[in-house]
């Protein structure tokens, strides 16, 4: 043991130094390979940097030079134009000369000063309405004025309300302008004009360009700008472009607006457009076709190259890439059928108002479709205010005022009856009037005393209210007593629901998908759990046959053109496609055509849906004694409709008296048997539809399609 002890003793003393050594002689040789290295990437890295200052960098800064020099700017291109189903413009362009200006880069407010000046004694700008603040701009943009405002600057002036140094330069500039007194702005008309071209060019940022001049610009002051464009850096001569709107009276609400260069883009917008690469003073739609369609008819800009010189001025600038008209819009309203339904329209309504038998009428309103594509064929609507008795064409109104439509809707009652299985088929039921315990008696126009049987087609024929009001109470469960209870709860709104979903298949109540926005859906009363204002079971009743629920025009043209083409919803459209440009800017080929979209089926049988397309041929030409609209028998063309009279009441809002009034409705399709227009027509608020006047602008408007398809 003692001699393994020594021995492994005797190692141990004599390894230890070794390894000791070992460390010490391998930590200065890694330090100095580590200190080797990376001196040797600095020298490399000094090396190369001056091979590129003293090599390249004369390259190199040509290169920066011409990249501060030499700046690209885009200038909008004319929008696309809007045109009628034949070719007609309804929207276009009008070339004007213009005077622009592009403002460079370090450019001072005297230096638009001087630029303003000379721009004025060259050419005649009118002078806007200034306010007074672009009034002291002008003014302070000359450095004497500037330092005379600038020492009537107190200490004081200078602090914050809680004694804080001001530092902010719009603040002092602000401050600043302050004390400019009034009659240093008392300008003359001549400084009112150099002031608006000051403003107009202090307006945009840098490397922007803005019209100095662009409406009214002669080709001698065009001349004249040019003769001296190298005394005035950034101004330059072009053409612009204005939204041009030949008669479209009828239309001109749906067309839409643009802004102006002024406005430019719109405030709750800004974001998404500068997004999408606008600048914030390009005009852009603001409404309805103009907006919705705004991609499609905005232009390509074109691009110009700009030279500055060493302080940023503008020295040139060259166009090089040509802008790009945008694609234009085709739609499928033909401006001539527009204007003749819109003569029809107007001349029948001046001669009912003449009557006296409208004196509280808020209007009228049409809309006339193809009922298998929902091609728009016209859009006619007259708003009036009752007060003064104005009236204005507004064919927006088709899509966003909502009336009670009364007995045009029985078709989708009696489809909601086919739906719920209470009836089958041409089902006979007992027109009567209808005495619910605790409300009015509720009976058909013709029949307030006795006992009928009528069929389902003779229901729509004779336009029975009992005949729906027996459907929904079959929807209820029970069948009709005298004096009853109607087993309805505002808790079980079921049969609400049921009879407003099959009203929504026709486009009643619901959107009708229109390419148009601001649609109205109209009023649909759905507070169930409102005891103030949750609908009864009367208010049930009232909705079988259209006097409870409000719609548009647009909607009950929907729904009559769902009952024409055999139960299929189409959505209405007023767009027909995207077109190109010929090289005279005019219309081109088709890009795009928009097919045909369908909403939804009617979910009821082909059968069934015979039967009430029977009702609406009946409507027009039975023999009954009352059948309701034998006034339209004798149209150009075979006729199917349903009219509507639902019983309102008009408040004066200067006495506070109510008016009793009736809403005058109709809707129609021709040819029955393979229909090509739809037509509804809405009239509210007339004290007598004795005239007939929603039934005469209906036959009018058929005799007028008629004569049109005979044209070549």
Known sequence: MKKIDFLDKFKKNNEEPKIQKMKKSHIPFRLNLVFFVIFALFVSLIVRLGYLQIAEGQQFQERIREANDRLSIQSAAPRGQIYDANGTVLVGNKSNLAVTYTRGKKVSAEDMLEIANKVNSLIDVPADDLTERDKKDYWLANPENLKTAQKRVKDKDREDKKGNRITDEGQLYAITAGKVKPEEINFDEATLRAATIFK?????????????????????????????????????????????????????????????????????????YLAKGYARNDRVGTSYLEKQYEDILQGTKSKSELVLDSDGKIVSQTLVKDGKKGSNLKLTLDLNFQNQVSDVVKAQYDQLLASGDAPYSDGVYVVVMHPKTGEVMAMVAYDRNVATGEVIPNPLSTINKAFEPGSVVKGATISAGYEAGVISGNDTLIDEPIQINGSRLKSSIYNNYTQMPLTTEQALEYSSN?????????????????????????????????????????????????????????????????????????????????????????????????????????????????????????????????????????????????????????VVHGTGAFTTARYLSDALIDTAAKTGTAETFYRDEATGRDFETVNSNIVAYAPAADPEIAVSVIMPHLNSERAKTSQAITKAIINAYAESKQKP
């Open 200 to 272: 107009r060019m202090n307006s945009v940022q840098e490397m922007n360009t803005a019209f100095i001049k662009n409406d009214g610009v002669t080709e001698n002051e065009v001349a004249v700008i040019g003769e001296h464009i190298s005394e005035m850096p950034g101004i330059s001569t072009g053409m612009d472009w204005s939204r041009d709107y030949p008669d479209t009276d009828s239309l001109r609400s749906i067309l839409g607006t643009v802004s102006s260069e002024k406005a430019g883009l719109p405030a709750d917008n800004v974001e998404e």
């Open 466 to 618: 009992s005949y729906m009001m027996k459907l929904v109470l079959k929807m209820l469960d029970t069948d009709y007593s005298y004096n009853m209870t109607l087993p309805y709860s505002p808790k079980d709104p079921r049969v609400f629901n049921e009879l407003r979903s099959t009203f929504g298949e026709y486009g009643m109540g619901v959107s009708t998908g229109i390419d148009l926005p601001g649609e109205s859906t109209g009023i649909v009363n759905t507070a169930f759990d409102n005891p103030t204002y949750a609908p009864n079971g009367g208010n049930l009743l009232d909705l079988s046959f259209g006097q409870y629920d409000t719609y548009t025009a647009m909607q009950l043209a929907q729904y009559v053109s769902t009952v024409a083409n055999g139960g299929t919803r189409v959505a209405p459209r007023v767009v027909k496609g995207i077109y190109g440009n010929n090289e005279d800017g005019t219309l081109g080929k088709a890009e795009k055509e928009f097919d045909p979209k369908v909403m939804n089926q009617v979910n009821i049988s082909p059968e069934q849906m015979q039967i009430i397309q029977s009702g609406f041929y009946q």
